[in-house]
């Protein structure tokens, strides 16, 4: 039989509480964990998962619920008919590696098999040559965790003056000054008050297509 929508909320209540902590929970412990009033409503969800082979109970016993097999194997059931992580992330724009020019949103995703399943992820299209040096061409894709602080010598995406994005590698001159510095010897690093730099992400990889 299935399971009700509150009795899998006192299962899953149950599996988390095992898992954390090495042994089940008290009676007491199920009803706040899930908002109950009555010791009396957690005996019948009990007595429900019982009956339908989720849970063994030891009578007159603290603390002696038990998983069955059964709820082990639909886990399990359950994480291998999972599809597969997906291998494309969010294209958001492009990124200058020249002067820096403004970021803006497009509906379109790049593949980073590699990369498939990390959180706060996206990249970005590079436009501009300021960057030559670390390898990274106009035309490619960097692939950029978000983040909103960096150490000296990481290549970042920096918002400068709250309007325009650039990809740089970041260093502290100073306890007030910020330089960003290109990749290329014929570029000037950009060197601002730290005020008006914000860092959105840093760079885990670099991505290009070959025509």
Request: charged share 25%; proline share 7%; glycine share 8%.
């Amino acid at each position: 039989m299935a399971l009700t929508k509150r009795q899998k909320e006192a299962l899953d209540f149950i599996a988390g509480f095992i898992a954390t902590n090495d042994y089940s929970p008290s009676f007491e412990e199920i009803a706040e964990g899930l908002g109950l009033a009555s010791i009396a409503t957690v005996h019948k969800h009990m007595t429900a998962l019982e009956s339908k082979g989720y849970l063994n109970r030891g009578f007159n016993q603290s603390r002696a619920l038990d998983l069955t097999p059964k709820f082990y194997e639909e886990q399990q059931q359950h994480r291998e008919n999972q599809p597969p992580p997906s291998l494309e992330m969010p294209l958001l724009g492009t990124i200058a590696a020249g002067q820096p020019i403004e970021s803006y949103p497009q509906p379109e995703s790049i593949s980073f098999s590699q990369f498939a399943g990390a959180t706060d992820v996206f990249a970005l299209e590079v436009r501009g040559e300021s960057m030559i040096d670390d390898h990274i061409m106009e035309g490619d894709y960097v692939l950029v965790e978000k983040t909103d602080s960096a150490r000296n010598g990481e290549i970042v995406v920096a918002l400068v003056g709250g309007e325009e994005s650039t990809l740089k590698r970041f260093y502290r001159d100073g306890p007030d000054k910020i330089r960003l510095q290109p990749a290329n010897e014929s570029m000037a690093p950009i060197i601002v008050p730290a005020v008006d730099v914000q860092v959105q992400g840093r760079v885990m990889a670099v991505h290009r297509r070959y025509p």
